[in-house]
């Protein structure tokens, strides 16, 4: 019997003033019950909006009916049929402006939580002690390589090794996962969980090399030189961009592409990690989108008092997704909004002792339609901090730019790439952050399937 209750199951979180002071998941998952009665909601729509809303093309409805059956082991066969990640997609693709957004039910109530079934159901296959081994495909003879292990290598390197190809991985950092295991912080995105969904690849026969930095220990010409038919660029964006103001340079100052790392990957929350970070007590966080928000509430988890988000927006015009912000709103996260920093000041030693910043109004919408930030003649102040963030965003290290011919680049450096993956170099395909600068994990996955896609009919053509 359909459910016909208008808002979602509730998803269980740990206390707000608890989780502050932990490292921890924050969002506990539902329960086996709670999955079936979500589940129950579906309408099971003929039309399928829900999945023209799915950058991989899940198969929603179906795999929703086989939850609501209470058959979890077939939902996840559904799902994993075009999504080689569902446990991650679970907890940070924003299905609210995807896949729920085209929902029926969403519009005289709340969509169904596709993205917590989803997650429900991947952790559910992850937690089973007697769960099959995947399929290891056969091999077609083709080998591929892949540059980057973040969302878009990862689902271009399963799909391909699904289609027979022998795939290699080339990570930079010691640890595979990209962005999945330095940007996003445990509380949100369990490294456990990372490794549970690249190990599923391993076993499926994707070989993964670490501490290989294309573009320096080996180039995209000495891939093919080693045999490899075509290459698959999914390096990401993880230059990050500064304010160019004065003060950038003081003790105190981070990105939060530093600071992210540090924690995440380097476990400096840890006494037992010899990878300290200074101790902070007031924080300023520049910047408003995820990024942001994970920074402002790694912050509050080292031990700051009071951390400040600070935008020369409104609340409006908040970037971030909107679980976030509440999420960070109940944390203790402090919104300093429609101001902009200036400077950052320094004391005799060279320590941030503040940051400068200019009240702003909004004024006529700029050519992404949103209302342009205008200072406020006079207004300047000074917000009492000892360490900035800065959050601005990031762009494509120029690396590969630099070191590989034949390729074509957009103004913002990112590499130019059709539908499916193919760039101006024969047989060198790319996606992810690496072609659109920073977005989201889910718009990653799908330029990976994009590019495995193009790889299977690009080496289909040259037999």
């Known amino acids: 019997m359909a459910n016909m209750k208008m808002e979602k199951n509730p998803m269980p979180e740990q206390d707000p003033q608890v989780r502050n002071h932990n490292f921890d998941e924050v969002a506990l998952g539902y329960t086996p019950e709670m999955a079936i009665d979500e589940a129950k909601r579906c309408l099971n729509c003929h039309n399928m909006p829900c999945r023209s809303g799915c950058p991989v093309s899940v198969r929603i409805p179906e795999f929703i009916a086989k939850v609501a059956e209470g058959d979890f082991d077939a939902a996840y066969e559904i799902i994993t ?111 456990e969980i990372v490794a549970a969904e690249i190990d599923n690849l391993k076993a499926m026969g994707v070989n993964i090399v670490t501490n290989a930095i294309i573009g320096k220990s080996e180039t995209v010409d000495e891939l093919f030189e080693d045999g490899f038919e075509a290459v698959f660029i999914g390096s990401g964006a993880g230059l990050p961009q500064f304010l160019h103001i004065p003060g950038e340079n003081l003790l105190g100052v981070y990105s939060a592409n530093e600071l992210l790392t540090r924690v995440n990957l380097m476990k400096a929350y840890r006494d037992d990690y010899d990878t300290p970070i200074k101790h902070f007590n007031r924080v300023a966080v520049v910047g408003a989108g995820n990024v942001a928000m994970d920074a402002s509430r790694v912050a509050k988890r080292l031990g700051a008092e009071h951390v400040y988000i600070t935008y020369r927006r409104g609340r409006d015009e908040l970037p971030a997704r909107k679980e976030e912000v509440e999420h960070a709103e109940a944390e203790g996260i402090e919104f300093n909004l429609l101001n902009n920093p200036v400077a950052i000041i320094g004391d005799e030693n060279g320590n941030v002792k503040g940051i400068e910043l200019v009240k702003q109004e909004l004024g006529e919408p700029d050519e992404k339609g949103r209302r342009k930030p205008v200072p406020v003649e006079g207004s300047n ?83």
């Not at 011919?405 to 103004?411: A, N, V, W």
């Not at 913002?412 to 760039?423: D, L, R, S």
């Not at 024969?426 to 690496?434: I, K, L, N, Q």
Request: charged letters at 20%; hydrophobic letters at 35%; proline letters at 5%.
């Open 81 to 191: 049929s075009t999504n080689s990640l569902p446990a991650v997609c679970g907890r940070v693709c924003p299905q609210e402006k995807q896949c729920e957004s085209k929902c029926v039910r969403g519009i005289k109530g709340e969509s169904v939580g596709i993205g917590r079934l989803e997650r429900f159901v991947a952790d559910y296959h992850m937690n089973k002690a007697d769960k099959p081994a995947p399929v290891v495909p056969e091999s077609n003879g083709h080998k591929i390589a892949v540059v980057g292990s973040g969302p878009s290598s990862l689902t271009c390197a399963g799909d391909l090794r699904k289609m027979g190809y022998d795939v290699t991985i080339f990570e930079a950092f010691h640890k595979a996962g990209g962005v999945l295991v330095y940007g996003i912080p445990q509380f949100r995105l369990p490294k």
């Open 381 to 463: 102040w000074v917000l009492d901090v000892d360490t900035v963030i800065i959050a601005i965003g990031t762009s494509p290290n120029p690396l590969i730019r630099n070191t590989t011919e034949g390729l074509t680049f957009t103004r913002k450096g990112g590499i130019e790439a059709g539908e499916n993956g193919q760039t101006a170099r024969e047989g060198v395909f790319a996606g992810g952050d690496a072609v659109t600068g920073a977005a989201t994990v889910i718009l990653a996955m799908g330029a990976g399937k994009a590019g495995a896609k193009g790889i299977d009919e690009y080496i289909k053509s040259k037999k």
